[in-house]
């Protein structure tokens, strides 16, 4: 059993469900198994010896978010998903390439390295510059889903007048995010070693995910692969920017969703909802659950691959905490988030990236 998970799988295992209440998979599958106290527990099993390694295991193991909403609610602050991942790890280390449950390794980089080419031909080689100063990173999941967001964002630091950030076009392809939730850990740090090298010819690399974010930031440098550039969101990188600008204001009642990795991994709470309210007519507005406590949208790591439909009802239960009319713009400034809760938002409710607001607020201002 892994010396620093120890305490926490033991935890919780003999923790009453405290935080039974909180967690987005088990109140959408009403399975005790898959509640914080059932995965851990069956995370502290197989470490003693007392379950074996298969395909069922890691079923159960992957049945979390990585949102940390337990954590939240937890006295003693215990980090249920990255005990998860940890045991994740393990168990596919024991059963090897065989498994039916997670996707492969080669599906992931090869959906990261498709999806980065074709910046390329969606942007045009001029903001492929060499030799700038910082860096920007666009998430990998998206130029082929919404092209439109990507073209967005590039057209409003032109309109910024931003001359120190190129797109980059370095051959990993993607952060490696999805590879580390999954738990293919070999995997996850071989691209993070190529990738350091390629972030640190830079003084900044700017983020529009905050998935890529932390995975650059913080996770590379538990793994003992520091990027030496400073790694940041693009909300942070903007905040200079935008001081000194002029936006109209934009009409409509607008929500605002933390996204889990935005809010609670990379503590960014106050900085999006200032940027939102210079742009917007009316008062941002929030979720019912919102800030520490904001609902997951259903699509952490590879979850929505692991098991789609209760992805779906995750998010479902996500934006419904959000008008109680039925009605309104949705925002957030995860890719994951929107693209989730857009393909699962009612009629009447629109969901828009923040970014892509921002923008929107720039043109004839």
């Known amino acids: 059993m892994p010396a620093k998970h120890e305490r926490d799988y033991t935890y919780c295992t003999h923790c009453p469900k405290m935080c039974r209440f909180a967690c987005p998979v088990s109140n959408a599958d009403f399975r005790e198994t898959h509640t914080p106290w059932g995965k851990m527990a069956a995370a502290r099993e197989f470490f003693s010896g007392a379950r074996e390694a298969d395909n069922e295991l890691l079923r159960v193991l992957s049945q979390c978010l990585g949102c940390r909403l337990c954590q939240t609610y937890c006295d003693h602050e215990i980090d249920v998903s990255k005990a998860l991942r940890e045991a994740r790890s393990a168990v596919i280390q024991t059963i090897g390439p065989g498994s039916t449950v997670l996707p492969s390794v080669e599906s992931l980089l090869l959906n990261g390295i498709t999806r980065r080419k074709a910046l390329v031909d969606l942007l045009g080689l001029e903001w492929f510059r060499p030799n700038t100063a910082d860096v920007y990173l666009p998430a990998c999941e998206l130029p082929d889903a919404d092209p439109e967001y990507v073209k967005s964002n590039v057209k ?21 995010h999805s590879l580390y939730a999954a738990g293919h850990t070999e995997a996850f740090v071989e691209l993070a070693r190529r990738n350091v090298v390629e972030f640190n010819r830079f003084k900044r690399v700017v983020c529009d995910s905050p998935e890529c974010a932390y995975t650059i930031g913080t996770i590379y440098r538990e793994f003992g692969l520091p990027v030496t550039a400073r790694v940041m969101h693009m909300t942070e990188f903007l905040q200079g920017y935008i001081d000194v600008v002029r936006f109209r204001s934009l009409d409509g009642t607008h929500f605002y969703h933390d996204s889990c990795v935005m809010g609670r991994h990379l503590e960014l709470y106050d900085l999006p909802r200032e940027l939102l309210r210079r742009t917007l007519r009316a008062p ?61 938002a009612p009629a009447g409710v629109r969901v828009e990236h923040g970014l892509s607001v921002l923008a929107a607020g720039l043109r004839d201002a």
């Open 284 to 344: 941002l507005r929030e979720f019912q659950w919102n800030r520490e406590s904001s609902y997951c949208c259903g699509a952490g790591g590879v979850f929505p691959l692991v098991s789609p439909e209760t992805a779906e009802r995750v998010a479902e239960r996500a934006i419904a905490t959000s008008s109680e009319s039925g009605e309104g713009v949705v925002v957030s400034f995860s890719p994951r988030c929107v693209w989730q809760l857009r393909r699962n």
């Open 156 to 176: 409003m630091l032109e309109r910024l007048e931003v001359s120190s950030l190129s797109v980059f076009n370095g051959d990993a392809g993607c952060c490696g």
